[in-house]
């Protein structure tokens, strides 16, 4: 439920998510959706009702240098991704951590599927989609094809090197986009992971598989938790601060590009 609050002379655009699994309020800047405020479903005791709203607007409040702040970060970042240019010809996305330069080219004439190709050249590395005219996906989706296996493979390596030294086995690994996580665990051995990982270096994708695996041992972050994720990546606070400063940049990687050319009046 997307809101508005006065704030001032102005207002400030949210968006209200019930989660069942919330015990109270909690407050993130999504990449996508900007200030998200999550609180539990209203047959929870004491979150029904316009009470439950006054918490909430007044929880936002009492934040706004921090919500104002953050919230032009994200402003910074979006600019700068646009300036980018995402999947078109020319425009840049990260894989693997560094950024490659996006060719949009035509596919061979008896060529019956887009697909995509990396290239390295003295001018930087590339990546090559090749558009099939049979093919009626947008260059977005054969790139984010692409992606998905790549991630699958780094990510069964990953998996399988690290859960056998941490003595688990994962029950299955799904491989989805989620808004807000990198990865997930359940107690009956289920694994998620982003796809978009496969757009970040390496080690940080190394540190989410161990995170999550090690709640397969461990179901819980206290320092029990921390001592066995540090075990297997010692440098595990750089790969996750390195993933929540290109948060927005992974996931706005492979929206539509708009002409930077185009006239905005």
Known sequence: MRRTLVVGAGSLDY???RSPRSR???MTIDPRHGLVVSIPPPQR???AGPAALARVETFILEREPWVTRHLRRL???RAAQRARGGVRDGGMVRFRGEPHRVRVLAAGPTARRSHVERSG?????ELLVRLATRDRRSPEAVLEAWLRVRAREALDRAIAREAAALGVTPAIVDIRDPRTRWGSASKEGRLMFSWRLALAPPDALETVVVHEL???K???HGPRFWALVASRRPNHLADRAWLRRHSHELHAALEPATDPDADAG
């Open 45 to 47: 005791r004491g979150w």
């Open 24 to 26: 109270g309020l909690r």
């Open 121 to 125: 050249s003295e001018s930087g590395d």
């Open 75 to 77: 402003e910074v970042d």
């Open 218 to 220: 461990v179901f819980g």
């Open 15 to 17: 968006v209200l998510r």
């Open 214 to 216: 090690a709640h397969l």
